[in-house]
């Protein structure tokens, strides 16, 4: 059975900080994606990784991937405070499966 | 608006009672969907069509629950007999599936179900 495990599952920051969340998984595939939910909100897509070495990066989020070490990171330079939410990684073999999620607080 | 939408967003039920979900994919989209949420944890996988063909289910798809994608269009989602463990955010996606895989998934806003 295919297992995603995020780290760390909350995480509190002050803004201007940089900071890292891990993605292990534990399949052989090298399709995975990063996803944002807002409180009470949907995902919304933020990054899909398609291969070994792949790196994506959107304002202040960094996403890589390493298919070798089954493992994907999502770092965040200088937070603001509206990067505040949870953040979901999600491996594909046949359908997603999702990491329990990391809740990211930005603090003034 | 071209997004996913689900309706309705919020439905309050008692225990027994059957309930039906609607899902409207993004218009181009062959692959649709269905995942299931709960407070505190990512989305679980339901099931998934590719035009009307249901191609897989999750063991997490009782008997209780079926759905359906009559015209390879919308969807919907029927539990039958509810119980108070339904309750949930009941999350649609569709894609537009490409041959080598990779296509991201598009999430609607939810239904979320409490059973009461």
């Known amino acids: 059975e295919l297992k995603v495990e995020q780290n760390p599952l909350f995480l509190s920051m002050q803004e201007g900080k940089n900071y890292t969340i891990y993605c292990n998984y534990s399949t052989t595939s090298d399709r995975l994606y990063w996803y944002r939910q807002d409180p009470g909100k949907s995902l919304e897509s933020l990054f899909v990784?398609?291969?070994?070495?792949a790196v994506k990066q959107e304002g202040r989020l960094m996403a890589s991937l390493d298919t070798k070490a089954r493992l994907s990171t999502l770092h965040i330079t200088a937070a603001v405070h509206d990067l505040s939410a949870t953040y979901f990684c999600a491996v594909v073999e046949t359908r997603l499966t999702f990491g329990e999620g990391t809740q990211l607080t930005v603090n003034p | 608006d071209t997004g996913v939408s689900q309706d309705p967003r919020h439905k309050i039920t008692k225990r027994g009672q059957n309930v039906t979900f609607r899902c409207d994919p993004i218009?181009?989209?062959?692959?649709l969907y269905w995942y299931r949420q709960t407070l505190g944890q990512g989305p679980e996988f339901l099931t998934y069509?590719?035009?009307?063909?249901?191609?897989?289910k999750s063991r997490l798809l009782s008997d209780r629950f079926s759905a359906e994608r009559p015209k390879g269009s919308f969807s919907t989602l029927e539990i039958q007999r509810t119980e108070q463990g339904d309750s949930a955010m009941y999350l649609c996606a569709s894609s537009l599936g490409l041959a080598g895989g990779g296509e991201t998934q598009y999430f609607g806003p939810g239904t979320r179900l409490l059973v009461l």
């Open positions: 990784l398609l291969s070994n070495g």
């Open positions: 218009s181009e989209h062959n692959r």
């Open positions: 069509f590719q035009n009307e063909a249901q191609l897989e």
